[in-house]
């Protein structure tokens, strides 16, 4: 059931939200040199690796680690990256990930590949058998202000919760925060 619910929202999403995606397509390619697309290696289900698409927010060369552990995030970020990231439009093509089955709308956001503390946590608490989301419990819940443990705590709750109801809720819960631009530092 879960899948069909991707499935059919992610094709209503995309074509509600085509003339958006191509707009900010645009919008990257004007105000930075590079691609428009940004592929990160990210841990899906069962720890298997997936290219995950985000529209590039950050300059070319910015090493591939968690935006909290670069010295100073912002002096990577391209003119348009700081609103792209506060406002979300940076997961937009994301929906692309959901629509291969890599991505579930709603599950732990998906890991860096080198995020090692955060994998090995993951899979001590079972959470690794689920599918990565666009969104989580934990993001509606602090986002990138919730040390790693705290994270997987709520991945964990997510992992014995879950339900199309509570899915349903969390959706609702992620468009209060995007609106507000709650729980982003960068």
Same mark, same amino acid.
């Given at each position: 059931?879960?899948? %069909?619910?991707?499935?059919?929202?992610?094709?209503?999403?995309?074509?509600?939200?085509?003339?958006?995606?191509?707009?900010?397509?645009?919008?990257?390619?004007?105000?930075?040199?590079?691609?428009?697309?940004?592929?990160?290696d990210?841990?899906?289900?069962?720890?298997?690796?997936?290219?995950?698409?985000?529209?590039?927010? +950050?300059?070319?060369?910015?090493?591939?680690?968690?935006?909290? !552990? /670069?010295?100073?995030?912002?002096?990577?970020?391209?003119?348009?990256?700081?609103?792209?990231?506060?406002?979300?439009?940076?997961?937009?093509?994301?929906?692309?990930?959901? !629509?291969?089955?890599? +991505?579930?709308?709603?599950?732990?956001?998906?890991?860096?590949?080198?995020?090692?503390?955060?994998?090995?946590?993951?899979?001590?608490?079972?959470?690794?058998? /689920?599918?990565?989301?666009?969104?989580?419990?934990?993001?509606?819940?602090?986002?990138d202000? /919730?040390?790693?443990?705290?994270?997987?705590?709520?991945?964990?709750?997510?992992?014995?919760?879950q339900?199309?109801?509570?899915?349903?809720?969390?959706?609702?819960?992620?468009?209060?925060?995007? /609106?507000?631009?709650?729980? %982003?530092?960068?």
């Amino acid at each position: 059931m879960k899948r %069909v619910f991707d499935l059919l929202l992610a094709l209503l999403a995309a074509l509600l939200l085509f003339v958006p995606i191509i707009a900010v397509a645009m919008a990257v390619r004007l105000t930075s040199r590079g691609p428009v697309f940004y592929w990160s290696d990210r841990v899906g289900k069962g720890n298997r690796i997936f290219k995950m698409p985000k529209f590039r927010s +950050m300059r070319v060369g910015t090493p591939a680690v968690a935006t909290h !552990l /670069l010295s100073d995030p912002k002096f990577y970020l391209t003119p348009i990256g700081s609103f792209l990231r506060k406002s979300s439009l940076d997961e937009l093509p994301q929906l692309w990930s959901i !629509l291969l089955g890599d +991505m579930s709308f709603v599950g732990p956001r998906p890991a860096l590949f080198n995020q090692d503390d955060l994998i090995e946590f993951r899979i001590q608490h079972g959470v690794h058998s /689920l599918v990565p989301g666009l969104t989580g419990w934990a993001q509606v819940n602090g986002r990138d202000e /919730l040390p790693i443990p705290e994270k997987v705590r709520f991945d964990a709750e997510y992992l014995r919760r879950q339900s199309l109801w509570f899915d349903c809720y969390i959706l609702w819960r992620t468009a209060i925060k995007v /609106l507000k631009r709650d729980g %982003v530092t960068h």
